[in-house]
Every structure is written in C-alpha cells, then in structure tokens.
C-alpha cells in the first residue's frame, strides 16, 4: 500500500498573505482567511490569527476594528 505523499508548498503563508493584500488591497479578515485557505486547505483560524499577529508586530499589515468581531486588514506601505 503506498504512502500518501505530502509535498512542501513552495511559498510560505506569510508570503501568499502579503500577495493577496497587495493584490486586492484590503479586505475584512475572513475574506482573508477564505482566500488563504484556497492555497493552503490545512491552514486553522489559530494559525490564521497567529499569522496576522505575528504580520503586525513587524510592521507588515495593520488591522483595525469595524463591528463586533470583524476586522479590516490592511498591508502597510512605507
């Protein structure tokens, strides 16, 4: 019986993320994560969130509040 091959993808998820932001502009974060999961199907929303977390520490993206619990993330432009 073979083994189910999983392959590595060949861009991380960061990247793929900064790729659809800088493509559509921003968007609210579940269109986000629907758009990233398309790319990476075993992506959770802990993962996702940890994602944005760590994207808006450094500088990359910003997020920001519009009704309760939605969110707008933004990519940062310097």
């Known amino acids: 019986?073979?083994?189910?091959?999983?392959?590595?993808?060949t861009r991380?998820?960061?990247y793929v993320l900064l790729e659809i932001l800088n493509k559509k502009g921003d968007m609210p974060e579940t269109d986000?994560?629907?758009?990233?999961?398309?790319e990476f199907e075993d992506l959770g929303y802990k993962d996702f969130v940890d994602?944005?977390?760590r994207l808006e520490?450094?500088?990359?993206?910003?997020?920001?509040s519009l009704s309760r619990g939605k969110k707008r993330v933004e990519l940062?432009?310097?």
């Open 1 to 9: 019986m073979p083994l189910p091959t999983k392959t590595w993808k």
């Open 12 to 14: 991380p998820a960061y």
């Open 32 to 38: 986000l994560f629907n758009a990233l999961q398309g």
């Open 51 to 53: 994602l944005l977390l």
């Open 57 to 64: 520490v450094a500088g990359k993206i910003r997020t920001t």
């Open 76 to 78: 940062v432009t310097h």
